[in-house]
């Protein structure tokens, strides 16, 4: 008579079954979905091979795939890629639309995790999920907590111009990013940095704290601790829109220089451009992509219109608000590829005697959107009485002020 044999596959990653009555280490699952994410999840794999780790990834939880890049295939997130190839299990990564789907949840629970660990990772955790893994979820938070709550607060601090941030590993509770702090480390924010910058090194930064850590969360000391946030020090980070992206070249130099280094990447910061030929009135628009920026003097500028943009030692300068000036260093015309301060396009414009003029951010209002449009597109009025003078010699007053916006309202679109 045969004696049964029963195979049963390890169900976490590099180590011991979580089922083996002999494990004891800790099932930790990682949650997180962008390429800083995966960094992390880089470091926590590195630290459960080590020889006496205290823990091993039972499974990694991800955004699903998504359509990327010109032809929309589908594609896994970076934390899903990483994942993969680093040889983790397939059926280990689990991609659910909602943090709160029963299927998820009860694979979740099978999984009997110790511990979850979040860094980025997209999704909103419900109570019921909350109270499955026994030590708690932590989370690595790019920002000194109770300072920059939510989606994004590398890119707030940023634009807010701070000069110190940090990074914060907090449990999780159903408030957002408002669970006890069990440790921070604080960094000088560099004056020129960008958020895709500073958003890896914080998260390169918290993953090491969270090694640090992780002994003290095992052992529960980490809830003894934890220090309750101070709400009335709370501040919000709401998500980025595309519509921030537009400079308004009326406010400070320093204000759009923040501006830029906060929203490089998603969504960017754009400009609009008027070249405006005075002798004849023709004009040209150009749609510009702010890459990196400086601030200059505003003696750099030279004579002329208060709104015109020069080139001064190679760079775009942009007079701003409060008699400050922006220097362009890098940028992206309409179909060519980000490139330093060459612009043979805009030269050749200059070189004919053309004047350009910063337009300003849109507002709301769709009358006032157009108004200020033409304001910008069709120069200032000096330039108007230029080329009606020459062009109505006679009545050039007359046809000035028969330059209405109003008359021009309905023939631009947005």
């Not at 009135?281 to 004579?303: A, M, P, R, W, Y």
Request: proline share 7%.
């Amino acid at each position: 008579m045969h004696s049964a044999v029963m195979l049963r596959r390890f169900c976490c990653y590099n180590g011991a079954s979580a089922l083996s009555p002999t494990s004891k280490k800790k099932q930790l699952v990682f949650m997180g979905s962008p390429q800083v994410s995966a960094s992390v999840l880089e470091t926590i794999l590195n630290a459960s091979k080590a020889p006496d780790s205290m823990f091993q990834v039972a499974a990694i939880v991800t955004q699903p795939p998504s359509g990327r890049d010109r032809g929309r295939k589908m594609m896994p997130s970076p934390v899903a890629q990483h994942a993969i190839d680093r040889g983790f299990p397939h059926d280990l990564i689990l991609t659910p639309e909602r943090a709160g789907e029963e299927t998820f949840m009860s694979n979740l629970r099978a999984l009997q995790p110790d511990l979850c660990i979040t860094a980025a990772y997209g999704n909103i955790l419900p109570s019921k999920f909350l109270k499955i893994p026994e030590l708690g979820t932590v989370n690595i938070h790019p920002s000194l907590l109770p300072l920059y709550r939510g989606a994004a607060p590398v890119q707030r601090a940023l634009q807010d111009g701070v000069k110190e941030t940090g990074v914060s590993l907090a449990f999780t509770v159903r408030a957002l990013d408002a669970g006890p702090v069990i440790a921070s480390e604080k960094i000088e924010v560099d004056d020129h940095i960008k958020a895709p910058e500073l958003l890896e090194l914080l998260f390169n930064l918290g993953s090491k704290l969270l090694i640090d850590e992780l002994p003290s969360i095992f052992d529960g000391s980490a809830r003894v601790k934890a220090q309750p946030q101070d709400e009335s020090k709370a501040t919000l980070a709401p998500k980025l829109t595309p519509e921030e992206s537009w400079l308004c070249f009326n406010e400070d130099a320093l204000v759009l220089h923040n501006k830029v280094r906060a929203l490089a990447g998603w969504p960017g910061t754009r400009a609009k451009v008027c070249i405006l030929d005075s002798s004849n009135g023709q004009h040209s628009v150009l749609e510009l992509k702010i890459i990196t920026t400086s601030i200059c003097s505003h003696s750099n500028i030279q004579d002329g219109d208060k709104d015109d943009v020069n080139f001064v030692g190679g760079a775009l300068v942009f007079p701003c608000g409060g008699k400050s000036s922006l220097k362009v260093l890098e940028l992206q015309l309409p179909g060519k590829k980000v490139g330093s301060i060459r612009f043979p396009i805009l030269r050749a414009f200059l070189a004919k005697g053309m004047s350009t003029t910063s337009s300003i951010e849109l507002p709301c209002d769709k009358q006032a959107q157009k108004r200020s449009i033409i304001s910008q597109y069709y120069g200032t009025i000096s330039q108007r009485q230029t080329w009606l003078t020459a062009k109505y010699p006679q009545n050039a007053n007359k046809q000035l002020k028969d330059f209405k916006m109003n008359r021009l309202i309905d023939r631009v679109e947005l």
